[in-house]
């Protein structure tokens, strides 16, 4: 009677070590994806907050330019000349062209 021998065939260590990888690999790929995806979704939070506060601040510019136009205006200056009391005299203005 002959005895099936079952062969067994060893495996160099670079076929373990590249089979090792092929498993790290797969059980480490779900848990990089996850911490990218939470990464990306911390980013556009801070990028919405981000626009928010550039929003705010271009609303205060635009207030502060506004203000800076009122208080610029002649009506504005003749008024508190006269509060100072200065005069305005059209004789004493002399304009300067190029």
Not at 77 to 89: P, R, T
């Amino acid at each position: 009677m002959k005895r099936n021998v079952k062969k067994r065939l060893k495996m160099s260590k670079f076929e373990k070590m590249l089979y090792v990888l092929t498993i790290v690999l797969m059980l480490s790929t779900p848990f990089a994806i996850i911490f990218s995806q939470a990464t990306l979704s911390q980013i556009n939070f801070e990028v919405e907050k981000m626009k928010k506060t550039i929003s705010s601040q271009e609303k205060t510019n635009e207030s502060l330019t506004m203000k800076i136009n009122e208080l610029a205006s002649l009506d504005k200056i003749q008024q508190v000349a006269k509060e100072q009391g200065l005069s305005y005299n059209n004789a004493n203005i002399k304009s300067i062209s190029e």
